[in-house]
């Protein structure tokens, strides 16, 4: 359906001119302007306050750091002390227990020695190798010297690396080299 006004343009303008607004139309956007206002400025509140507190606990941590200070710093000192003193120890203890491994070793390779065998040398190479230069009479007093140190608890891994025929005054005789390993934490027997 079509509508066609037909009042004339004057009272077109009245008629608009006669909307207007009640004062019961404005509380409700005010109340909830004033509600979100206080909200607001009870947040602002409430995270000054906290702030404050926060700001007071640090500078009460910080004197009472300060006045530990000089007992913290004795602390560190001691531990670091502690630490020096403990290396030390441990290094007199290997000492200590590095003592006595050559005489043991060469009491121990006395043992193994064979009648009609010189030993000639004997080199120790870092902690662990052995080497035997000698001379005797006969192969077989070689192999009794061998295996005299394979039962000991103090060698392991003998090994022959040369054996060959000379003469000493005209005696013949047998030179030879022998390797093994010194395994000092086992005692002798």
Same mark, same amino acid.
């Given at each position: 359906?079509?509508?066609?006004?037909? @009042?004339?343009?004057?009272? #077109?303008?009245?008629?608009? *001119?006669?909307?207007?607004?009640?004062? +019961?139309?404005?509380?409700?956007?005010?109340?909830?302007?004033?509600?979100? +206002?206080?909200?607001?400025? +009870?947040?602002?509140?409430?995270?000054?306050? &906290?702030? *404050?507190?926060?700001?007071?606990?640090?500078?009460?941590?910080?004197?009472?750091? !300060?006045?530990?200070?000089?007992?913290?710093?004795?602390?560190?000192?001691?531990?670091?002390?502690?630490?020096?003193?403990? @290396? !030390?120890? +441990?290094?007199?203890? /290997?000492?200590?227990?590095?003592?006595?491994?050559?005489? /043991?070793?060469?009491?121990?390779?006395? #043992?193994? $020695?064979?009648?009609?065998?010189?030993?000639?040398?004997?080199?120790?190479?870092? *902690?662990?190798?052995?080497?035997?230069?000698?001379?005797?009479?006969?192969?077989?007093?070689?192999?009794?010297?061998?295996?005299?140190?394979?039962?000991?608890?103090?060698?392991?891994?003998?090994?022959?690396?040369?054996?060959?025929?000379?003469?000493?005054?005209?005696?013949?005789?047998?030179?030879?080299?022998?390797?093994?390993? $010194?395994?000092?934490? &086992?005692?002798?027997?």
């Amino acid at each position: 359906m079509i509508r066609i006004n037909l @009042l004339p343009g004057e009272e #077109k303008g009245q008629r608009k *001119a006669a909307v207007t607004f009640k004062a +019961g139309d404005l509380v409700v956007p005010l109340a909830v302007l004033l509600a979100a +206002g206080v909200v607001i400025a +009870g947040t602002v509140l409430s995270q000054k306050t &906290r702030a *404050a507190a926060l700001a007071k606990s640090i500078a009460e941590v910080e004197s009472q750091s !300060r006045v530990l200070a000089p007992q913290i710093e004795r602390v560190n000192r001691l531990a670091q002390e502690r630490a020096e003193l403990d @290396l !030390r120890l +441990g290094i007199i203890g /290997r000492l200590q227990r590095g003592r006595t491994q050559s005489v /043991r070793l060469m009491d121990e390779l006395a #043992k193994c $020695v064979p009648d009609h065998l010189w030993l000639v040398d004997a080199q120790q190479d870092g *902690a662990s190798g052995l080497n035997l230069e000698g001379v005797t009479f006969s192969n077989l007093v070689v192999s009794d010297l061998m295996s005299r140190l394979e039962r000991s608890p103090m060698f392991a891994n003998v090994e022959l690396q040369v054996a060959e025929h000379a003469a000493i005054n005209e005696h013949d005789i047998v030179r030879f080299r022998v390797s093994c390993l $010194v395994t000092p934490n &086992r005692p002798a027997e």
